[in-house]
T-cell receptor, first 110, second 116 residues
Framework: GQNIDQPTEMTATEGAIVQINCTYQ??????LFWYQQHAGEAPTFLSY????GLEEKGRFSSFLSRSKGYSYLLLKELQMKDSASYLC???????????FGAGTRLFVKA | KAGVTQTPRYLIKTRGQQVTLSCSPI?????VSWYQQTPGQGLQFLFE???????NKGNFPGRFSGRQFSNSRSEMNVSTLELGDSALYLC???????????????FGEGSRLTVL
């Protein structure tokens, strides 16, 4: 079957770095997405990894290890506006379905 | 370019009633998927449509159904509503994954359904 695990909540301090982990079990692999969702808003796309390694995009980076079924999202220079839920998502092999982890709620404190 | 539009944004129904939710995808996006979001369960996949055909379906009872029209607009219907159907229903559209695009989902703001 398909399963995605992420921590439920994390707290970090403004200006710091935080790493949000995601482990997944899938039959086949077609890439991994990270989405950000602020309270009361729609999820928005952050990053996509299909090959092993680190993808950097400004203050946000995402890492993938396919052999370990593991990814992380790294947020640098945290700002208060980064307080949100971060969702790890994996498309199912064969297409036309993406499954999501339950999400990690990040609280950024001053 | 306009984003994904969902209507209505909020609605209140009573048990046993039925509801229809509408989704207009981004122009050019032919895949439309639906998700149920609740605080305890996160985003649960309902179904995905492409070219007016349901291509995949999640583990929901037959009370949950949907369809897609020739202009890619989609509707979902929930019949015989139960209290547990109270949730945020999110629609997302995407380009078919291929050269030059990752197939990421673009979400609408959602329809918040409350069942009393």
């Amino acid at each position: 079957g398909q399963n995605i695990d992420q921590p439920t909540e994390m707290t970090a301090t403004e200006g710091a770095i935080v790493q949000i982990n995601c482990t997944y079990q899938t039959s086949g692999f077609n890439g991994l997405f990270w989405y950000q969702q602020h309270a009361g808003e729609a999820p928005t796309f952050l990053s996509y990894n299909v090959l092993d390694g680190l993808e950097e995009k400004g203050r946000f980076s995402s890492f993938l290890s396919r052999s370990k079924g593991y990814s992380y999202l790294l947020l640098k220079e945290l700002q208060m506006k980064d307080s949100a839920s971060y969702l790890c998502a994996v498309p199912v092999t064969g297409g036309f379905k993406t499954i999501f982890g339950a999400g990690t709620r990040l609280f950024v404190k001053a | 370019k306009a984003g994904v539009t969902q209507t209505p944004r909020y609605l209140i129904k009573t048990r046993g009633q039925q509801v229809t939710l509408s989704c207009s995808p981004i122009s050019g996006h032919r895949s439309v998927s639906w998700y149920q979001q609740t605080p305890g369960q996160g985003l649960q996949f309902l179904f995905e449509y492409f070219s007016e055909t349901q291509r995949n379906k999640g583990n929901f009872p037959g009370r949950f159904s949907g369809r897609q029209f020739s202009n890619s607009r989609s509707e979902m219907n929930v019949s015989t509503l139960e209290l547990g159907d109270s949730a945020l229903y999110l629609c997302a559209s995407r380009l078919t994954p291929g050269t030059g695009n990752t197939g990421e989902l673009f979400f609408g703001e959602g329809s918040r359904l409350t069942v009393l």
